[in-house]
């Protein structure tokens, strides 16, 4: 057994099966497979397993927490409706916002190292989760390693996301990111159906300055100067994208042209599972195995 298999098959997920977390957390609804592919916009699995596979929902209301910072981890989850702020809280009580998931986000990812959620999950407004337990999401990888690559898909969406966010706060100043915000928001919007020009934020000013590393008044300003300019017009929290274009124009023009920046999710490359980063064929057999001691916690 490798180092690797060794750390993962101690980690005591706990109760962390198909069972029991579920039924204690929602009424009973239940999501399928087919509709969980949907909602991540990924290609379905196509296999008879998905059939009799269904996940639980867990309806979360405003200012409700999904998951509290240092509480044990058992499951991943999905949006799939409504809008939440995952929140880190350090040693002195301060907390930084780390981003806003919303319909097709997964959350609770930053718990699978080390057993224990990093971060908060709260609402913003009633909100609804597809509750994937991380026991039973190996086992199903097990049995299908099809599915192994659109995992890997989607936690590479929020690895993406990370390093979207890293260039953002290392290269604009403020009124660049409130603008790279709002364009970010339009098309996360756009791609849900929503109007992109045209919305309500369900995030304070107060979260927008913690996410972009940025004073409340700072992020007043900006938002005032947008407003003056006449690339956006803004009453409370209602926004209206007058001219994309000029808001485009605040960013850099150099930083604009990286694949990188406010990415659509058909922008992300898909996952082969063939080769890696070497060139050589995946390790297939010992990934295999690691899903099937993960499967067995």
């Not at 409700?64 to 981890?73: R, S, T």
């Not at 301060?94 to 990093?118: K, N, T, W």
């Not at 337990?133 to 049995?143: D, F, G, S, T």
């Not at 369900?202 to 690339?231: C, H």
């Amino acid at each position: 057994m490798t180092a690797a298999m060794s750390y993962y098959d101690a980690l005591d997920f706990g109760n962390a099966d198909d069972e029991t977390p579920c039924k204690r957390e929602h009424e009973g609804a239940s999501f399928s497979v087919r509709e969980l592919t949907r909602l991540l916009h990924i290609d379905e699995p196509g296999e008879t397993w998905q059939v009799r596979t269904a996940f639980a929902l867990r309806r979360v209301h405003e200012g409700e927490a999904l998951v509290h910072a240092g509480d044990k981890f058992h499951s991943l989850y999905v949006a799939r409706s409504g809008c939440f702020k995952t929140v880190y809280t350090d040693l002195s009580g301060s907390e930084q916002v780390l981003g806003f998931p919303m319909c097709g986000d997964l959350m609770g990812a930053d718990g699978i190292d080390s057993g224990h959620y990093r971060s908060s999950a709260i609402s913003l407004d009633t909100s609804e989760v597809v509750i994937l337990p991380l026991a039973r999401m190996a086992r199903l990888v097990y049995q299908s390693p099809r599915l192994e690559a659109l995992i890997y898909r989607i936690l590479s969406r929020e690895l993406v996301r990370v390093q979207n966010m890293a260039w953002t706060l290392g290269t604009l100043g403020a009124e660049g990111r409130v603008a790279a915000f709002l364009l970010n928001l339009s098309a996360r919007l756009g791609a849900l159906g929503y109007s992109p020009c045209s919305f309500n934020l369900r995030m304070t000013r107060q979260d927008i300055g913690s996410y972009l590393g940025l004073k409340l008044e700072t992020v007043s300003r900006a938002l005032s100067a947008l407003n003056t300019a006449g690339f956006i017009q803004v009453q409370q929290r209602s926004i209206d994208i007058i001219d994309a274009d000029a808001l485009r124009r605040v960013i850099d023009p150099a930083a604009c042209d990286r694949a990188g920046f406010a990415p659509t999710r058909e922008s992300i490359p898909k996952a082969s599972g063939v080769e890696n980063g070497g060139g050589r064929a995946r390790p297939q057999v010992q990934s295999g195995i690691a899903w099937g001691k993960l499967a067995a916690a």
